[in-house]
């Protein structure tokens, strides 16, 4: 039984009539050699005969290997002659078909011959545009990494969305924008811009679109206070502070107050307050608000406000700094007295014949305000670090023009190099990665100075 077992468990290989052929030939062979197997243990013959049909039978053991290798031959002989002709006659015959297809004008036709049956996937590309099938020519540029002519194709064919992706995936950001805008997908065109580091194109794109507190928000992120409560106020156009937006209301609220508009603030406040008295810090908000600093303070006699010096124009770095050195040293002194965080600008500041600083209570001027103050944190050393770092790149330069986009070095000939990286981190807008304390800045300041006055010398 054992040539019958064997035969019967055999994996077949091959496809169609082959096959078949292979299962008759194989099953021909085992009803053949089971029968004299069989005969030599049922049969009554002598030692003699069954000792000679017992050789037979092993001989047909030996033949079963030969036989087989010598199938296997004879299948690999074919598929390397007569199977490999009759592909090649496959393919010409799908050549000429597709040729056929290309002299008819028959190019979408053709191309899904090169496509499908030759899997020639860049004549399919080329037979697929010129037959005007853009969207199907795209597809296969694209798997090519031909990106250029993917987009070409997608426009071609009005999916700018798709052109779109595809810029994104090779980094082209700003053609992805344009693309987005084109196919008047606007808030699509103010991501890829934002993620591209364009904000204000972004802000556009939002505004745009009508999406004003996400254009809000970017504004506010980037500083400019003023516009993001502009902004959030043509989101909240025409709703009413309803329990359901009181959170929207209380951020505009907020925007307001860090852009200097107090008494819109207090406005929506109060307004927040006849819906829901007991809604976060309202209360206290419009307490603080209502008490409001002295304003009308009037600065002491024989005293100057800070701002009139620097309204002369910008001051050399070297009276800068000192000036400046002077400011934080009063104002560590000022902090021993309970003097509060969070107040500290060029109006806010006065000086004696003598030189003697002193501060006063005033509401902080909008540009000096640190970007902290909008997320609801407590004030603490590094807020005035931030409003100290406006007023010396403002002494420095005359100007807040450029304010966070450019150094002072920029614009300034004769200024020293460290004290410009100073000025950086002094206006860093995470307030982590400023100097912590005016400590920090004074151990900076003589560090920094001395290196560079050290390399000077060498």
């Known amino acids: 039984m054992l040539p019958a077992f064997f035969f019967q468990n055999m994996i077949i290989y091959g496809t169609g009539r082959y096959a078949l052929i292979t299962i008759k030939f194989i099953d021909l062979l085992v009803t053949y050699l089971n029968t004299p197997i069989l005969q030599v243990a049922a049969s009554g013959d002598s030692v003699e005969e069954k000792a000679s049909k017992g050789l037979f039978a092993i001989f047909l053991l030996i033949l079963i290997p030969v036989i087989i290798s010598l199938f296997f031959v004879i299948r690999f002989i074919y598929r390397q002659t007569i199977g490999k002709k009759l592909k090649t006659t496959v393919i010409e015959d799908y050549r000429r078909e597709a040729e056929g297809y290309e002299k008819a004008g028959q190019f979408v036709s053709a191309a899904r011959v090169y496509d499908k049956k030759l899997k020639d996937p860049r004549k399919a590309a080329l037979f697929y545009e010129k037959g005007r099938d853009y969207n199907q020519a795209a597809l296969l540029y694209n798997i090519l990494g031909m990106s250029g002519k993917a987009k070409e194709m997608y426009e071609k064919a009005g999916s700018l969305e798709d052109a779109a992706e595809v810029a994104l995936t090779e980094g082209e950001f700003d053609e992805a924008a344009t693309l987005y805008e084109k196919a008047g997908k606007k808030i699509d065109a103010a991501k890829v811009m934002q993620q591209s580091g364009k904000t204000i194109y972004a802000v556009k794109a939002l505004r745009e679109a009508g999406e004003y507190k996400q254009a809000a928000m970017l504004l506010k992120e980037e500083g400019m206070l003023k516009e993001a409560a502009e902004m959030f106020g043509f989101f909240l156009y025409n709703k009413k502070p309803e329990s359901s937006r009181l959170e929207e209301f209380h951020t505009y609220a907020l925007l307001l107050e860090a852009a200097g508009d107090t008494q819109k603030a207090i ?11 007991a809604f976060r810090d309202v209360k206290d908000k419009l307490k603080a608000l209502l008490t409001p600093l002295s304003q009308d303070e009037k600065i002491p006699e024989g005293k100057t406000a800070l701002r009139s010096f620097i309204q002369s124009g910008r001051i050399e770095p070297r009276y800068s700094l000192k000036l400046w050195i002077q400011i934080l040293k009063s104002l560590q002194e000022a902090y021993k007295s309970g003097w509060p965080f969070g107040l500290l600008s060029p109006d806010n ?38 409003s100290a770092g406006v007023m010396l790149y403002e002494m420095l330069t005359g100007t807040l ?9 920029d614009s300034v000939e004769d200024m020293p190099e460290w004290l410009d990286e100073i000025v950086i981190r002094c206006l860093r807008k995470v307030r982590e990665d400023r100097y912590q304390n005016i400590k920090d800045i004074f151990a900076d300041l003589k560090t920094l100075s001395k290196g560079k006055t050290d390399s000077d010398h060498k």
């Not at 003598?354 to 909008?366: A, E, G, H, V």
């Not at 540009?367 to 670090?385: F, G, M, N, S, T």
């Not at 023009?401 to 070095?409: K, P, T, Y």
Request: negative net charge; charged residues 30%.
């Open 267 to 277: 406005e929506v406040l109060k307004d927040i307050d006849k819906v829901n008295p």
């Open 349 to 386: 500041i006065v000086i004696d014949a003598q030189n003697n600083i002193s501060f006063l209570k005033r509401t902080q001027s909008t540009d000096y305000i640190p970007p902290e103050i909008l997320k609801e944190v407590d004030l603490d050393e590094r807020a005035d670090i931030y």
């Open 401 to 409: 023009e450029g304010l966070g986009s450019a150094g002072v070095i």
